[in-house]
C-alpha cells in the first residue's frame, strides 16, 4: 500500500492567518503521461462526512472558496489556506487514488489560536 | 443534487454479518460512475473498503477482501455493503461515497454516514 503522512498532527493559526498542511506519499503519484497527480484533500467538520475540496492535487472542486488551494507534485503536497475563516475549523485529510488501493492520511486538526 | 443516504443495523453481533445499504437520489446509478463504502473507527482516520460499478464490478481492500460483498441494484437505484465475521475492531462509522471518476478516484458525494457498533 501507498503511506500517506500528513504534517503536522495539529495545527493552531490565528484567524485571518496562512494556514499549511503537509501531505508526503511513501511512492510518486504522479501520472506522467497525463501530467497528473492522484491527491485530493478533504475537510471534515465535527459530526459531518468528509467533504472534497481539491482533486488532481490543485483543482478546486465546484463551491469551495478561492482561499483553498493545493500545491506539489510527486511526494510531497500541500494544502493552504490563505486567510483562515472560523468555520475552516476542521480535520484536513489528503487521500491517494494513484494506486488500486486508495489510502487517506492520518489527518490534520485546525484550530483557531 | 447527488445525495446518498445509509441505512442498516447499528448494532451487530461480533462473527455475525454487517449489512448496510446506501440509496442514491439524484442520479440514475446506471448512467456511470463507481459506488464506494469507506469507514472510519471512532477518533480515527478513514479506510477504503470497496467500490462496485452500476455493472457489478467489484474491487475490494485486500486487507478485507475476505470478509466483504459489495452488489448493486440498479432498479432500486442503490449499493450494498455485507461484512461477514465482524469483530470489535469492525466498529465504525460507514460511509458510502460516489467516485468522481474511474474506479480508482476522488469521493466527490458522500453519505451523512451510519455508525456500527460490534457488540453482544
Known amino acids: 500500500d501507498i503511506v500517506m503522512t500528513q504534517s503536522p498532527d495539529s495545527l493552531a493559526v490565528s484567524l485571518g492567518e496562512r494556514a499549511t498542511i503537509n501531505c508526503k506519499s511513501s511512492q510518486s503519484l504522479l501520472y506522467s503521461s497525463i501530467n497528473k497527480n492522484y491527491l485530493a484533500w478533504y475537510q471534515q467538520k465535527l459530526g459531518q462526512p468528509p467533504k472534497l475540496l481539491i482533486y488532481w492535487a490543485s483543482t478546486r472542486e465546484s463551491g469551495v472558496p478561492d482561499r483553498f488551494s493545493g500545491s506539489g507534485s510527486g511526494t510531497d503536497f500541500t494544502l493552504t489556506i490563505s486567510s483562515l475563516q472560523a468555520e475552516d475549523v476542521a480535520l484536513y485529510y489528503c487521500q491517494q487514488y494513484y494506486s488500486t488501493s486508495d489510502t487517506f492520511g492520518q489527518g490534520t486538526k485546525l484550530e483557531i489560536k | 443534487q447527488v445525495q446518498l443516504q445509509e441505512s442498516g443495523p447499528g448494532l451487530v453481533k461480533p462473527s455475525e454479518t454487517l449489512s448496510l445499504t446506501c440509496a442514491v437520489s439524484?442520479?440514475?446509478?446506471?448512467?456511470?460512475?463507481?459506488w464506494a463504502w469507506i469507514r472510519q473507527p471512532p477518533g480515527k482516520g478513514l479506510e477504503w473498503i470497496g467500490t462496485?460499478?452500476?455493472?457489478?464490478?467489484?474491487y475490494y481492500n485486500p486487507s478485507l477482501k475476505s470478509r466483504v460483498t459489495m452488489s448493486v441494484d440498479t432498479s432500486k437505484n442503490q449499493f450494498s455493503l455485507n461484512l461477514s465475521s465482524v469483530t470489535a475492531a469492525d466498529t465504525a462509522v460507514y460511509y458510502c461515497?460516489?467516485?468522481?471518476?474511474?474506479?480508482?478516484?476522488?469521493?466527490?458525494?458522500w453519505g451523512q454516514g451510519t455508525l456500527v457498533t460490534v457488540s453482544s
Open positions: 461515497a460516489r467516485r468522481g471518476i474511474g474506479a480508482w478516484g476522488y469521493f466527490d458525494y
Open positions: 439524484g442520479y440514475s446509478i446506471s448512467s456511470g460512475h463507481y
Open positions: 462496485i460499478s452500476h455493472s457489478g464490478s467489484t
